[in-house]
């Protein structure tokens, strides 16, 4: 199965400043069948973007998603406070679905 | 807009069952794969497998094979998620999720609400 490793594992930013999250997949994914997702306390996770690049439906434009093969990265360009929260990153090329292991957003 | 409500939390002994059940309502049920993911607490998700009502074969992710039982009934629009011999290490919050696209495992754009099954004697 496709390991995935996101880093860092936790990111401390301020409002208004740019965040760079990585995953870096143990094989090259398919079709850069990859997705990012959002999750908040309590909540369910909230699709961000999928094929690596496209944002889903009703997300702001600073968010965007870059990469292929082997690694990836999502970029919050200007930080807002409702952004922080833990990011999660999954390939869906290869059976089985995985998951990268998170990395938190925190208010610096 | 497809909702999918899951059914209520659960509290089990170690080496009984649960299942879970998640209902899909306002858009098309029997295309689409439901995927059920799980996260323990503090902890990142994991696939525990899903399936396309319409086909109705299940997929299961190899850790949970022969432990988990995944199913859906197309005339009520609902999935099932059947875990059997619970240990503590499966106190968790089970997600179940729908694909993007009709027929294919994919990435999830629906979650639903979650249901918290704890595991202790």
């Known amino acids: 199965e496709i390991v995935l490793t996101q880093s860092p594992g936790t990111l401390s930013l301020s409002p208004g400043e740019r965040a760079t999250l990585s995953c870096r997949a143990s094989q090259s994914v398919s079709t850069s069948s990859l997705a990012w997702y959002q999750q908040k306390p309590g909540q369910a996770p909230r699709l961000l973007i999928y094929v690596a690049s496209v944002r889903a439906t009703g997300i702001p434009d600073r968010f965007s998603g870059s990469g292929s093969g082997t690694d990836f990265t999502l970029t919050i360009s200007r930080l807002e406070p409702e952004d922080f929260a833990l990011y999660f990153c999954q390939q869906y090329g290869s059976s089985p679905i995985t998951f990268g292991q998170g990395t938190k957003l925190e208010i610096k | 807009q497809v909702q999918l409500v899951q059914s209520g939390a659960e509290v089990k002994k170690p080496g009984s069952s649960v299942k879970i059940s998640c209902k899909a309502s306002?858009?098309?049920?029997?295309?689409?794969?439901i995927s059920w993911v799980r996260q323990a607490p503090g902890q990142g998700l994991e696939w525990m497998g899903g399936i396309i009502p319409t086909f109705g074969t299940p997929k299961y992710a190899q850790k949970f094979q022969g432990r988990v039982t995944i199913s859906a009934d197309e005339s009520s629009s609902t999935a099932y998620m059947e875990l059997n011999s619970l240990r503590s290490d499966d106190t968790a919050v089970y997600y179940c999720?729908?694909?993007?696209?009709?027929?294919?495992?994919?990435?999830?754009?629906?979650w639903g609400t979650g249901t918290t099954v704890t595991v202790s004697s």
């Open positions: 999720a729908r694909e993007a696209a009709p027929l294919i495992y994919y990435y999830m754009d629906v």
């Open positions: 306002g858009g098309t049920f029997s295309r689409y794969a």
